[in-house]
């Protein structure tokens, strides 16, 4: 690689790598971000008949498919939570005041000595989703929204590990609605609560060479001396 110059072409230099390397960190946050909504929602439980706090499972799932699910298949146990993405958008604002360029330094132990680190400010990103909650009984339907009511305050934490700052709201839920069970007259009762986890996505670093070269850089990095 040509040896470093300005500040500007520096910057054109990462923003162009940057661009090659961005898609599959773009796929892992979203990827991240679902596994821990799932995890989290996952944690909530009902009282039976009987008075036994029962865990209920939460999945990944598409309303309408989980609805069609319904009026074939006797087999799903209820009550059950799905969540599925259904938008996602750039965030601007929590951008606007984050420098293009950041700096950061690195202290390599084998070497004993720092090295810059550099990246484009990570992407704010609100990604939304619809949290189904799908039960017989109305009085467990009810204590399962309060469940989920009950873990904003107002916001939500939702820590990954590519950022610890991740945060989510309630937007809005949907009136109670119903689906057709399978072999039977009775009905599903469903209620849709509209959440958006308010994320960032890392960019990669880069280092410097001491011959001035441009590389990526990772926490497993060896950086030469040359």
Known sequence: MSSVGSVDNIQQRIVKMTETKLLPRIDNVYKESLRQMIATFGNLYYIDGNGNRIKVDCAHGNAERIAGRLKTDNSIVLPFITITE????????????????MHDVHWDNQKRRATRILSLAPRAVNITYEVNIWCKYKADLDMLRSGVFSLFNPELKVPTNHSKDSRAYIDREKPMGSVAAADTKDRVLQKSISITLQTYIPSP??????????????????IDDG
Do not use: M
Request: charged share 30%; proline share 3%.
């Open 205 to 222: 670093k880069f280092f410097f060479t001491n011959t001035g070269e441009i590389h990526e850089f990772n926490f497993n990095t060896t």
């Open 86 to 101: 259904v938008d996602s958008a750039r965030d601007t604002k929590r951008e606007r005041y984050s420098p293009l360029l």
